[in-house]
Structure formats: C-alpha cells, structure tokens
C-alpha cells in the first residue's frame, strides 16, 4: 500500500517571500501520479499541480513549481511570491494508473501568508 | 455553471436519525468519488463508481450506502447516524478512472455534517 507523509502541520510566511512545502512518500510502483491540492478556508478542494513520475521536467504552474525527486520519493511544493490567498490547507496526492482515479493523501499542511 | 455541486452544505441532526447528501456533475464525467475528511483534515476515500457502477469500496460501515442513479449522480444515504460519523464530506469526479493518463479529480464544494 502507498504512504504519502506531509511532515510539517504548519507553516508561516510573509506577504512576496517564497515558502516550500515537503512530502514524500513510499511506493514500489515505477509509474505514477503526485498531485498537489489546495484547500482554502471556503473549503473547496482545488488542484495546484501534478507530475507523472515517467516525466524527469519538474511541473511549474505559475507561481507553484514542485521538485520531484523520484529515487528519494519526494516530491515538494515551493510556493514564490507567496499571496495572502495562498492561505490554505494544502494537500500532497498519491495516484497509481489503472487504479480507478484513488488518491492517497497526506495530512495537510497548513500555510498562512501574513502581511 | 456549478462543476460538482452538493446538497446540503451543511447538515446537522441527531444521533439515530437517517440522512442523504446528494451530488451532481455536469463535466460528462464518467467516475464519481465520495471522500470523507475528519475534524483533523485527513481525507480517505470511500467509495467510487463508474458508469453508475460501484469500483471502489473501502473499509465504510455498511450504514453508508452510495447510490447511482446515473453517470451525472452518485447519491450517499447514512443509517443511524453516529457521534464519529461528523465530518466533512466531499464528492468529487473525474473523466476516466482506469487507464487514464492522470487521475485529476475535480472536488464539490463539500458538505458539513455534524451528529449531536
């Protein structure tokens, strides 16, 4: 069974400064997805990113950009030019192919951007 | 143009009772999720279906039964509700859930239930 350990329950940033946010996880799988998701105060589950493992180029979605390190199985979110509505829960994902879209997650971490 | 939409938001009643939280998606996905979060954010899937057909079930009390009335739908009905069964609870779907290239999930808007 897949792991995925998210080990910091919270984090702190100011306002423009640039914060990274860890997660690995454990799999004998050599085909895979991860998957960042963020979620804000509203609730709303929203996806940040996400990396196929067969991709060595890490993804990059505007301000988010993760570095995937497939032999370590880590796979951290570095957030730059951090906003006040990047306040959020933010979740790590694990998916296999072929296994009809299940998702393991870990246990958020929480980040709170201040002025 | 609600993607994945649930009703209620927010659901509170009494140990005992019997309720549903209904879900909808309008995407023409094929795959339909419900994730149960708890009060320590911890999210774990509980059941999933395809084409009105039951994929996933994980380790759910049988007072938790999902139901299907179409690929646009996947309904999930409580029996005697229990103290521990407080939690957020979010449906959510996706395009194809086998042999897809990537299994990007898109989440409701989630529903609050809390047994007094």
């Known amino acids: 069974a897949q792991t995925v350990t998210q080990s910091q329950p919270e984090m702190s940033v100011q306002e423009a400064e640039t914060v990274t946010l860890s997660c690995t996880y454990d799999t004998s799988?050599?085909?895979?997805?991860?998957?960042?998701?963020?979620q804000p105060p509203s609730r709303q589950m929203i996806l940040v990113i996400r990396q196929e493992a067969y991709k060595q180029q890490n993804a990059t979605e505007n301000r988010f950009s993760v570095n995937f390190q497939k032999a370590a199985k880590s796979f951290s979110l570095k957030i730059s030019d951090s906003q006040l509505g990047d306040t959020a829960m933010y979740f790590c994902a694990f998916g296999l192919p072929d296994s009809w879209g299940k998702l393991q997650f870990g246990a958020g971490t929480q980040v709170v951007v201040t002025p | 143009d609600t993607a994945v939409s649930q009703t209620p938001k927010y659901l509170v009643t009494q140990m005992g009772n019997d309720k549903s939280i209904k879900c909808e998606q309008?995407?023409?996905?094929?795959?339909m999720y419900w994730y149960k979060q708890d009060s320590k954010k911890f999210?774990?899937?509980m059941f999933s279906y395809?084409?009105?057909?039951?994929?996933?079930?994980?380790t759910v009390p049988n007072r938790f039964s999902p139901k299907s009335p179409d690929k646009a739908h996947l309904n999930l009905h409580i029996n005697s509700l229990e103290l521990g069964d407080s939690a957020v609870?979010?449906?959510?779907?996706?395009?194809?859930?086998?042999?897809?290239?990537?299994?990007?999930q898109f989440f409701g808007p989630?529903?609050?239930l809390t047994v007094l």
């Open chain 1, 29 to 38: 799988e050599s085909n895979y997805y991860l998957f960042w998701y963020k």
């Open chain 2, 26 to 31: 309008n995407l023409g996905h094929d795959t």
């Open chain 2, 43 to 45: 999210l774990k899937i």
């Open chain 2, 50 to 58: 395809n084409n009105k057909e039951l994929i996933i079930n994980e």
């Open chain 2, 89 to 104: 609870y979010f449906c959510a779907s996706s395009p194809r859930g086998s042999g897809s290239s990537y299994n990007e």
């Open chain 2, 110 to 112: 989630g529903t609050r």
